[in-house]
């Protein structure tokens, strides 16, 4: 397979150094504070996880659509939810939830040893396969399975990341978290306000802290060809 070109990575016009370093500003102004996330938002090439049609729009702060009904995070929901994330520390390994066009598992792949991403739309899951194989991210494993049921074979997990709104958090992605391991999870319906919850485990309790409202896609059932 075909690797990508230092060039396309590096990126020219609206996806050059310089469009994202005045993202990095803009995510700075915002309070991200973590000068690692921040460094890899920096160099991770996002422009790459879009259609070409997009990509001039790549370092804009803003979600965009990747078909199948379902969009590309906004850089600030993804380098907030990665703050949150590691702040009780650098996990060995991640589950995300919604590997989507896998930019979030990107930018984890840089900071954790594994990243374990599970999606439900087959073709995104074969997109996200070729992405990550031209850019050589070889410590991301892919499933095409209901996010809902998370990744059982490799529990438990010190972190996980999920990037669709369930109504109610799967009883299975906590089942999955290890104790003191912390989940990242946006909830509620598209019709109520979503929340950004933390979720921490001691032992069999689970202790939620709100950070802050957000709006996903919603967390849909089942797995799709």
């Known amino acids: 397979m075909l690797k990508t070109s230092k060039a396309a990575v590096e990126g020219i016009g609206m996806t050059s150094q310089r469009t994202r370093n005045r993202l990095i500003e803009r995510l700075k102004e915002k309070g991200i504070s973590n000068e690692t996330v921040l460094e890899v938002m920096r160099t991770t090439p996002r422009h790459l996880f879009l259609d070409e049609a997009l990509s001039h729009r790549a370092y ?12 590309i995070s906004q850089p600030y929901i993804v380098a907030r939810m990665t703050e949150l994330l590691l702040s009780a520390g650098i996990p060995d390994k991640v589950l995300e939830v919604g590997t989507g066009s896998g930019y979030q598992a990107a930018v984890l792949s840089h900071l954790v040893k594994q990243v374990y991403s599970v999606e439900r739309v087959a073709a ?4 996200a396969r070729v992405r990550f194989s031209q850019l050589d991210y070889n410590n991301i494993s892919l499933k095409h399975t209901d996010g809902s049921w998370g990744w059982e074979e490799y529990a438990q997990y010190p972190a996980i990341i999920v990037t669709a709104a369930p109504a109610e958090v799967p009883a299975a992605l906590l089942a999955q978290l290890a104790d003191g391991g912390v989940l990242v999870i946006p909830v509620g319906s598209q019709e109520s306000n979503q929340s950004l919850l933390i979720i921490k485990r001691q032992g069999d309790e689970f202790i939620r802290n709100k950070h802050e409202d957000v709006f996903f896609v919603p967390m849909l059932d089942g797995a799709k060809r």
Do not use: A, R, W
Not at 60 to 71: A, F, K, Q, Y
Not at 124 to 127: I, K, P
């Open 60 to 71: 804009e702060d803003s979600s965009l659509p990747i078909g199948h009904g379902v969009t």
């Open 124 to 127: 995104l899951t074969d997109q």
